[in-house]
């Protein structure tokens, strides 16, 4: 049974900063892209940040320069630190993970969601 849980999530002041954590436990398979998403009522899910077991990365326009995706591959971890946040970054953010070599779109497991609420 594989198993996603994504921490860190919060309220925070418009310019201050958050840092998500995720964890995948129970997989056989090797893991190989994960990355966060959000969503919002009313929009579609929005790939925010991938990242490959190479360490390749790829960001939504709407982010770069703000935020960054890293990871440990022994522990299956992946992080986000969010800086300079705005309060359109206000979303349930959702860490996936896939077992596809070579895949920047992962989406094979997810994890519940944590919520980041940016306001004053």
């Known amino acids: 049974q594989i198993h996603v849980a994504e921490s860190g999530g919060g309220l925070v002041q418009p310019g201050g900063s958050l840092r998500l954590s995720c964890k995948v436990s129970?997989?056989?398979?090797?893991?190989?892209?994960m990355g966060w998403y959000r969503q919002t009522p009313g929009k579609e899910r929005e790939l925010v940040a991938s990242i490959t077991s190479g360490g390749n990365t790829n960001y939504a326009d709407s982010v770069k320069g703000r935020f960054t995706i890293s990871r440990e591959n022994a522990k299956e971890m992946v992080y986000l630190q969010m800086n300079n946040l705005k309060p359109e970054d206000t979303a349930i953010y959702l860490c996936?993970?896939?077992?596809?070599?070579?895949?920047?779109?992962?989406?094979?497991?997810w994890g519940q969601g944590t919520q980041v609420t940016v306001s004053s």
């Open positions: 129970g997989s056989i398979f090797t893991i190989n892209a």
């Open positions: 996936a993970a896939d077992r596809l070599p070579g895949t920047t779109v992962p989406d094979d497991y």
